[in-house]
Structure formats: structure tokens, C-alpha cells
């Protein structure tokens, strides 16, 4: 049974301070003219008045450079040429008031670190230390498409509790077992009830107006797509960087590097980028996406179309908004899964 | 490039530039004792170093 | 602007029509307030799609690295210096092209819809090279400070400038959206991809970060028109032009040089010249 708590507001600042004791804490920091996740100092408070992170808080679970191993190449040494787990602080974490999009982007981003085959250690131990805290979304972006993309503005899906702002208290909606114990740690304790919760979601829902539409993409086999006549169109004004794919909630794509000073090294992993023509370097030489709308492609194909026919659950995307608002030729993802949709509508 | 780097907050006498031809011994033994003389007064490099690399 | 628009897309049909040309870089409507999309017609049909405005910041030139067929493109004052500079550099050929010449009285910043900061400071508005105006040339600025925050810079301590650096790239992602949005980054492998040797570290270690950007901007040196594309791309609103800037003044008093006013000079990085200053040699 869920559980509902009230929380005044006068004690979340104590709350935040109880919680530090045995976590350590992620949350929205204003810094210049924009939020963005950083693990909370000692006595600092998440800036919860913001509309949403320039980045994601991807990087709380999937750092953008990330150590693997360690090794020596001094052969003096037992171990030399060995590689070395690194030794990670995976005490309990939490991060306070994500987006409910970025919390489902996570839950879309598990399915291909936690596999049957294959279980990601760094993310999924990242992941299963941390208990995510969600801030339900009064007032969302001219960008934001949550509610097409099979989230919303109220969505609970990969949360473990849901801040609902209530004027004086936020309403918190304790959705795991994690949940709970989170909630119980703070010291929160006040029974609440949600039932103002369902007015102010149909209210938030009810300002996201842009959407985006693919319900025709699953109709068309994979090649049609692929080889339709829009891309180079699409394609034309984008220089290729990594804004919208680093600043995705939903991308995931990283890139293995040793990195040696002296005879001591370090095996790391950086975010990576289909943007980027170095991502599909063969050893050979041969590069199988050495054209710009080959990698503009990829991007869309993969969020709208690989994706879903790969796992049935929707689209890879969750209408944040980020590589719309960010992109810096106005590449828009609505646009293009329109122009997509439209051309399956048509043939 | 002398002048960017310092821009950037390198410190002056950290790059420095000399024209020698391979007849001009004096001037290079002259030019490697001023340049290690300045650049031991400056010290050991504690800037634009890299050491191990920052990950998390 | 209207007036500029309408010529721009009159002589976009006519150039498409008679065949003098294949495509028209130009731009189109955004879908963001305060964005326009860089666009590429190929048929007459499509010109009205092109627009004008103050949202047109992103250097076309960019869009024409090694372009082989006939091109018209549409040109303000800085895109009009990088052509300058592609045609010395080899990237274009001058009779593939045929300039659009756009006087420009300034692009507005992406986020707060003001005069963006290079603009505020440009001394060439108008085209330096172009097959067509669309409309009358407009006043050169006179007596603007370029290099106001250079100086600042130069005004710090070694420690100061530093930390200067060190906090203005710290939301540096690597996204190389400066890099990718400049029309003088056209290498075919950029040394930060290199890996053969590996020049610089791939992750965000802030020696790493900080290589790139000084090299990067090293590179422009003598290139670099400050058309301000680099900045208008950073999706972390990093001030990018703090360093090609120095480079542009250093050039200027060294040289006497600006980078992309004419075709008949070599830039003063690939030539020699007895005068060159060479006090920094011992």
C-alpha cells in the first residue's frame, strides 16, 4: 500500500540535514543562469524553483568520465599488466527533486545496462545505491512533449518517492520500499493525502500543448525508413556536435579509453556520441557512418524506431525538451518524428 | 602562442623561443643556462600539468 | 529586414531558375523563438521557405567546406570574411559561388534576445565580398573597444588568469559544438581525435578541456573574423571567443592584420615577412 506524507515546508530544510547523515545527496544547483545536479555540500539545500536541469541527472547514476580499472605496466611489480577494480563509494545516495521525465529516462536507460545476459556493474551499482526522489512538474516548458512520449508531468514511473508541490507542504508519495525508508530517514512523518494531487496533474498536463507524433512509425519496416528521401534535408543545418545526445536523459552511449601517466594507467569510460564520426570508426579504417545524415539518422532512428520495435515500450525519448531548447541550429525533435510519422501516413 | 599561453595564466618564461644556428655553440650554452636559470627560479610546473586524470 | 527578405528570395527563384546555381545555403524558420534553422533549397519551389532576421547568427560559410557543385549563399558582413577565408584556404572555389551580400545590423544573443556581444563590437557589417547586395550598404560602427574583456584578462595576475579559465570552462561538456559551428574547424581529423599519437585526454579532466580549448583557438589565429558562432552554439553559454579574441588583437597590433577582408593577401601565419616582430626570440 502506498503510503502518502505531508511535509511542511518549514521542515524540509531539517529533513534535507537528517537525510545527509546516511546519504549522500544529489539535487538542482542554480549556477550562472541555469540548474544543474551536483552532490549537495554539507548544509546546502537542493534549489528546488527551477523548471528543469540543463543537463540531465544522468550523470548522478553514469558519470560523463568514469573510472573502470586501474593498472601498471612496471614490471617490477606482482600485478603489473593486470587490470584493477576501482573502489567506488556505493553507499545509499539519493537524488532530490529529478523531473518525473528524467526519472522514466532512467528506467528506459536500465534496460540496456540490466540485461539477462549482462548486468552493468558501474551503473546498475550506481543505480541500486540510489533512491530517487521526483518533483512533480507545476509548470512545464513551451519545449516539454512529456505527455506524447508516454510520460507526464506527474509520472511515477522510476521514482521511488513523488514531490507534489502544495503551496505551505509538499505532498510525498512514497513509491517503493525505498521510498519509505527514505522518508523515514528524514524523519517525515506527517500522514498526508493526495487527493489535491489529481487537480494540479490534470492542470500541468493541460499546459503541455507540443507533442510528438510516431504512433505510424511501428507500421513501417525498419528499411523504408531508412531509406527515405528526408534526411539529407534534416540533416543539412546539423554541425554534428554532442549537445543533444549529452544532454539526453536517455542516451547512453560511452566510449572505452586507457589513459596512462608513466607506467601507471587508468581504463575509463566517457560518454560518447553517434553525433560524432569517431563513434563508428572501424580498426580497419572503414567507418559504416562516415556521412553526417547517416549519424543524424541513427539518432532519430534509434529513439523512434529501433528502439521501440526492440523492446515494445514506447519510444526512447521522454519529451524533456533539452535537445530542442539546446541544439544550436534548431534541429527539433517533433519536427522530424512528424516528418517521419507524415511519410509513413503517406505510402 | 607565447603570448596565449601567458594570457591563459601560464607564467611568463614557462615557453620560451630561441633561433640558433648549429655554429653558435657560446650562444647555445648561453641561451640553456639563462633558460634553466629562469625557469628554476619559476619552480616546478603546478598548472598546465596533467597529473592523473580527473574521473569520478 | 522585410525589404531584405523579399530580395533575398527574389534573386534565390531567379539564380535556381536559370540555372546559375544548384542550391541556396540560406536560412528557414525555427521552430524556437529565437532561432532560425541553416537550410539548403535546391528547388525554386522551396525559396519561400528561406528567411531574415536577427536570428540568423550561425556562419553559413561553415556549410560550404568542399562543396563542389554551384552554390549561392546567403552573406553578412562575417560570413562574407570566412568565404574570404575558404577561398584562400582552398575550401571553395570563388566562381562556384555566388554571395547574397546581407548589410547586417547585428544578430541577437540566442538567450536573451539583446544585441549579441560580438555584433556589439563588429567593424565590418557589411559584406566584403558579394555577387549582389540586398539592400544599401549600412554605417560601419566607429570607435567601438573590441578588446575591453581582453584587456581585463591581460590586466590579471598569471594565478588570476588561471582561475579565470579554470571557472569559465568547468560546465565544459566536450560537446565541441564551438568547434563544429566554426567555419575555420574544417580538419579532417581534429587533433582532439587523434589517436595516433593521442594529443589530448578524451575525458573531462580540466588539463584536458583546457587543451582543447587553447589549441582550438590557437588554430584560429589569423582566422578567426570573431563572427561570434562559436559562443551563439555553446549550449552551456561558455565565453568561447575569450581566447580567439586575444588572438584577433594580437594579430591586429603584431600585424596590422583582420583576418578575411581580401583575397590578395596571404594571412600573416603563412608568410614571412622581415618585419615580423621577433622580440619574443633570444
Keep these: 500500500m502506498m503510503k502518502v506524507i505531508n511535509i511542511d515546508k518549514q521542515k524540509w530544510a531539517g529533513g534535507v540535514e537528517s537525510l545527509s547523515k546516511s546519504y549522500r545527496l544529489f539535487g538542482p544547483m ?198 527515405a528521401p528526408f534526411w539529407a534535408d534534416i540533416a543539412f543545418s546539423c554541425i554534428n556536435c554532442c549537445t543533444c545526445t549529452y544532454a539526453c536523459p536517455t542516451c547512453w552511449c560511452f566510449d572505452i579509453q586507457d589513459e596512462n601517466k608513466g607506467n601507471e594507467g587508468v581504463r575509463m569510460r566517457n560518454w560518447d556520441s553517434c553525433m560524432t564520426p569517431l563513434f563508428t570508426m572501424h580498426g580497419s579504417g572503414h567507418n559504416p557512418r562516415d556521412k553526417k545524415p547517416q549519424r543524424v539518422r541513427q539518432r532519430f532512428m534509434h529513439k523512434l524506431k529501433y528502439f521501440v520495435d526492440k523492446y515494445q515500450k514506447g519510444i526512447m525519448c521522454v519529451g524533456c525538451g533539452r535537445c530542442v531548447q539546446q541544439c544550436p541550429v534548431n534541429i527539433d525533435i517533433r519536427t522530424v518524428s512528424k516528418t517521419m510519422n507524415d511519410y509513413v501516413a503517406k505510402c | 602562442m ?53 574521473v569520478a | ?40 533549397i535546391k528547388s525554386s519551389d522551396d525559396v519561400k521557405d528561406l528567411v531574415w532576421n536577427a536570428n540568423c547568427r550561425i556562419n553559413l560559410a561553415n556549410y560550404l567546406t568542399n562543396r563542389k557543385e554551384k552554390i549561392a549563399i546567403v552573406a553578412k558582413g562575417c560570413d562574407s570574411r570566412n568565404i574570404v577565408n575558404h577561398i584562400i584556404e582552398n575550401k571553395i572555389k570563388r566562381d562556384q559561388l555566388f554571395i547574397i551580400g546581407v548589410p547586417c545590423k547585428g544578430m541577437n544573443d540566442k538567450n536573451t534576445g539583446a544585441l549579441q556581444d560580438n555584433c556589439g563590437t563588429c567593424t565590418h557589417r557589411n559584406p566584403v565580398i558579394y555577387d549582389e547586395l540586398v539592400g544599401d550598404l549600412v554605417v560601419e560602427q566607429t570607435g567601438v573597444d573590441k578588446y575591453a574583456d581582453v584587456k581585463k584578462v591581460e590586466a590579471m595576475s598569471t594565478d588570476e588568469k588561471w582561475a579565470f579559465f579554470e571557472d569559465m570552462y568547468s560546465t565544459c561538456t566536450r560537446c565541441y559544438a564551438c568547434r563544429n559551428a566554426c567555419p575555420l574547424c574544417y580538419c579532417p581529423t581534429c587533433f582532439v581525435d587523434e589517436s595516433k599519437p593521442q594529443w589530448v585526454g578524451k575525458a573531462t579532466d580540466p588539463i584536458d578541456v583546457r587543451t582543447y580549448h587553447f589549441l582550438r583557438a590557437y588554430h584560429c589565429a589569423g582566422r578567426c573574423t570573431d563572427c ?29 592584420w583582420e583576418a578575411g577582408l581580401t583575397l590578395d593577401k596571404r594571412p600573416p601565419l603563412d608568410t614571412f615577412n622581415v618585419d615580423d616582430p621577433n622580440d619574443f626570440i633570444k
Aim: proline letters at 5%; hydrophobic letters at 35%; charged letters at 30%.
Design chain 1, 30 to 227: 542554480k549556477e550562472d543562469d541555469s540548474h544543474n545536479f551536483k552532490e549537495l555540500k554539507k548544509g546546502e539545500l537542493p534549489d528546488l524553483a527551477y523548471g528543469n536541469t540543463k543537463l540531465s541527472p544522468k550523470s548522478t547514476v553514469f558519470p560523463p568520465s568514469e573510472a573502470m580499472f586501474t593498472y601498471t605496466l612496471d614490471e617490477s611489480k606482482p600485478d603489473h599488466h593486470i587490470l584493477q577494480d576501482v573502489k567506488k563509494d556505493y553507499s545509499p545516495r539519493a537524488v532530490l527533486g529529478m523531473r518525473p521525465c528524467d526519472a522514466k529516462a532512467v528506467s528506459l536507460v536500465r534496460m540496456n545496462f540490466d540485461t539477462p545476459e549482462y548486468r552493468d556493474p558501474y551503473w546498475m551499482d550506481a543505480y541500486e545505491a540510489t533512491t530517487f526522489v521526483g518533483l512533480a512538474c507545476d509548470a512545464p516548458c513551451s519545449t516539454c512533449f512529456c505527455t506524447s512520449t508516454g510520460c507526464g508531468p506527474f509520472n511515477e514511473e522510476g521514482l521511488d518517492v513523488l514531490l507534489v508541490d502544495n503551496g505551505n507542504a509538499y505532498i510525498a508519495k512514497a513509491l517503493t520500499e525505498k521510498g519509505e525508508k527514505l522518508l523515514a530517514a528524514a524523519g517525515f512523518a506527517d500522514k498526508g493525502d493526495d487527493a489535491a494531487v489529481a487537480t494540479k496533474k490534470a492542470a500541468a498536463e493541460a499546459k503541455i500543448t507540443a507533442k510528438i507524433e510516431t504512433d505510424k512509425l511501428s507500421e513501417k519496416v525498419i528499411m523504408d525508413l531508412y531509406d
Design chain 2, 2 to 54: 607565447k603570448n596565449l599561453m601567458e594570457h591563459m595564466g601560464v607564467e611568463p618564461g614557462r615557453l620560451q623561443f630561441s633561433w640558433i644556428s648549429s655554429a653558435e655553440s657560446t650562444k647555445f650554452v648561453d641561451v640553456v643556462k639563462q633558460v634553466t636559470a629562469s625557469v628554476k627560479e619559476l619552480g616546478p610546473n603546478e598548472k598546465f600539468i596533467k597529473k592523473t586524470v580527473k
Design chain 3, 1 to 40: 529586414m522585410d525589404a531584405y527578405i523579399t530580395k533575398i528570395k527574389a534573386i534565390s527563384e531567379r539564380l535556381l531558375k536559370d540555372g546559375t546555381v544548384e542550391a541556396v545555403i540560406g536560412f528557414r524558420e525555427g521552430t524556437m523563438p529565437m532561432m532560425s534553422e541553416p537550410c539548403f
Design chain 3, 228 to 256: 561570434g558562432s562559436c559562443e551563439a552554439a555553446c549550449p552551456q553559454n561558455i565565453k568561447v571567443r575569450q581566447l580567439t579574441k586575444k588572438l584577433e588583437k594580437d594579430c591586429a597590433e603584431l600585424f596590422g
